[in-house]
């Protein structure tokens, strides 16, 4: 199974920007999806998940009412739309994705830088 993470660039303050990660080699739709960063210095975080059937959803508080975690499951795709983006969002931006959706991921993709500019 191989995650193509792509969407992520240089946008202003304020700015938004739509990550897209794309499976292949096995169909994810039974998988909880996840989004989640690493900032320089920093450990990695969980941003947002989203479980098989999209019903139900986790935001960290820090990207609460800025960022949408969705999916399409019949193109295999996690998206997550990035809103109100602040420079404190800057990190590489990793999607995975877990059979079990209790935190235990299964496959990752090699994730996408998200600079935003003050």
């Known amino acids: 199974v191989q995650l193509q993470a792509s969407g992520g660039g240089l946008v202003q303050a304020g700015g938004s920007l739509r990550l897209s990660c794309a499976a292949s080699?096995?169909?994810?739709?039974?998988?909880?999806l996840g989004w989640f960063r690493q900032a320089p210095g920093k450990e990695r975080e969980s941003v947002a998940t989203?479980?098989?059937?999209?019903?139900?959803?986790y935001y960290a508080d820090s990207v609460k009412g800025r960022f949408t975690i969705s999916r399409d499951n019949a193109r295999n795709t996690v998206y997550l739309q990035m809103d109100s983006l602040k420079p404190e969002d800057t990190a590489i931006y990793y999607c995975?994705?877990?059979?079990?959706?209790?935190?235990?991921?299964?496959?990752w993709g090699q994730g996408t830088l998200v600079t935003v500019s003050r």
């Open positions: 080699g096995r169909t994810l739709s039974r998988y909880t």
């Open positions: 995975a994705a877990s059979y079990d959706g209790y935190g235990r991921y299964d496959y």
């Open positions: 989203i479980n098989w059937s999209g019903y139900k959803t």
